[in-house]
């Protein structure tokens, strides 16, 4: 449970690993987290995305019938639309926080974000697209430099809230009829004790030598 005043998104984000990167935890604070999932059956699939701002104000919720041709452009699909629901409610230099249970596409959309920041251009690791998503990474791509700046944690598909919207968007549809919000959140407060080390949920567990972000 998240404490008060505090996004459940955002403990969950802080409590993740994010592929290749690594900060103190005065550096974590997002504006804004997008949670997102897909879901791929042969009767057909789904997409999931709930938006949270940090202190806790629920943005929106998604839930939708999709048909991907398997799981893993699934969740390309579902981050794309995630991603897009949330660039039209949060301002331009929003800090995002991204929360995926999918290890390649966790690690893709961080090795880019790093690139960019890179002089060269070049990635820590190689960003690796399934050929039938690559027009949906062209999209999450346009909106990862729309935001002030993004990085993704790798969390577990139980722990997805996502997850069960995507898997059951019939049952959730629900959620679609929520009121669109364009809400901003509170200013975080000073960090009274800020770390002088990373913590090791937030180190690169791969042991790599990509360049930190923002």
């Known amino acids: 449970m998240a ?5 459940a998104l955002r403990d969950l984000f802080d409590e993740s690993p994010t592929p290749h990167i690594a900060h103190p935890p005065r550096t974590h604070h997002r504006d804004f987290y997008v949670a997102t999932d897909g879901s791929f059956r042969e009767s057909g699939g789904g997409l999931g995305a709930v938006i949270e701002t940090r202190d806790g104000t629920r943005v929106a919720r998604v839930a939708t019938t999709d048909t991907p041709p398997d799981n893993n452009v699934a969740e390309y699909r579902a981050l794309h639309l995630g991603l897009d629901v949330l660039a039209a409610r949060a301002p331009r230099d929003a800090r995002v926080g991204v929360l995926i249970d999918h290890d390649a596409l966790a690690s893709n959309v961080n090795s880019t974000i790093l690139a960019a920041n890179h002089p ?17 990474w062209r999209g999450i791509q346009a909106r990862l430099s729309g935001f002030g700046a993004v990085r993704a944690a790798r969390i577990d598909s139980s722990q997805n809230p996502a997850h069960p919207l995507a898997n059951e968007p019939e049952r959730y549809r629900h959620v679609n009829r929520e009121a669109p919000r364009c809400v901003l959140p509170e200013r975080p407060e000073p960090d009274p004790t800020p770390a002088e080390f990373p913590p090791p949920s937030r180190a690169d567990r791969n042991g790599g030598s990509g360049r930190a972000s923002d």
């Open 3 to 7: 404490a008060h005043g505090r996004s």
């Open 120 to 136: 060269d251009g070049t990635p820590p690791r190689p960003v690796s697209i399934p050929q039938a998503s690559r027009y949906h």
